[in-house]
T-cell receptor, first 111, second 114 residues
Framework: GENVEQHPSTLSVQEGDSAVIKCTYSDSASNYFPWYKQELGKGPQLIIDIRSNVGEKKDQRIAVTLNKTAKHFSLHITETQPEDSAVYFCAASIDTDKLIFGTGTRLQVFP | DAGVIQSPRHEVTEMGQEVTLRCKPISGHDYLFWYRQTMMRGLELLIYFNNNVPIDDSGMPEDRFSAKMPNASFSTLKIQPSEPRDSAVYFC????????????FGEGSRLTVL
């Protein structure tokens, strides 16, 4: 089955700096790659997603890139703010099959 | 819309007791997922339903766990008997389009088994 690895497990940045989180997946048939943000005491919430027919997608300060050949995808957050502090999860799925999550990255943005 | 509603938010019980977690999905969502979150294993999919029918329960740890969806607006996850290693946060999520669309998560049920 699909396996998703995520790095780093923790990331600390200064406010205004960029943050990059990387994930790799094992099944080349995976075609949907969402990113979720989880704030303390809450459930994960979708922030951006990308499908296998697209190499990059951007939404304001966040962007996701996908390299199908290498089977890895990354989340980029620019101009980080304290409210970006949270746990971020990548995930992968094949068609309507189950969504498999990475192990999470705890991002801390220091003012 | 009120979002996905889970209850209880917190549950503390003793080993051997039965635990029932409840979920009300967003109206109109045909898919319902149960996930378990722990520090060691992250977010694990336990089971998911499509139109109230269980599709994949391969993530259910063992026979002590069972899940039902008697109608489109209600699902339960039951653990009987509970064990300390079941301590975790259990999330319910619903979706219109399954795993290739946005999953809407509830706020979770934090279970502690003593």
């Amino acid at each position: 089955g699909e396996n998703v690895e995520q790095h780093p497990s923790t990331l600390s940045v200064q406010e205004g700096d960029s943050a990059v989180i990387k994930c790799t997946y094992s099944d080349s048939a995976s075609n949907y790659f969402p990113w979720y943000k989880q704030e303390l005491g809450k459930g994960p919430q979708l922030i951006i997603d990308i499908r296998s027919n697209v190499g990059e997608k951007k939404d304001q300060r966040i962007a996701v890139t996908l390299n199908k050949t290498a089977k890895h995808f990354s989340l980029h957050i620019t101009e980080t703010q304290p409210e970006d502090s949270a746990v971020y999860f990548c995930a992968a799925s094949i068609d309507t099959d189950k969504l498999i999550f990475g192990t999470g990255t705890r991002l801390q943005v220091f003012p | 819309d009120a979002g996905v509603i889970q209850s209880p938010r917190h549950e503390v019980t003793e080993m051997g007791q039965e635990v029932t977690l409840r979920c009300k999905p967003i109206s109109g969502h045909d898919y319902l997922f149960w996930y378990r979150q722990t520090m060691m294993r992250g977010l694990e999919l336990l089971i998911y339903f499509n139109n109230n029918v269980p599709i994949d329960d391969s993530g259910m740890p063992e026979d002590r766990f069972s899940a039902k969806m008697p109608n489109a607006s209600f699902s339960t996850l039951k653990i009987q008997p509970s064990e300390p290693r079941d301590s975790a946060v259990y999330f319910c999520a619903s979706s219109r389009t399954g795993s290739t669309g946005e999953l809407f998560f509830g706020e979770g049920s934090r279970l502690t088994v003593l």
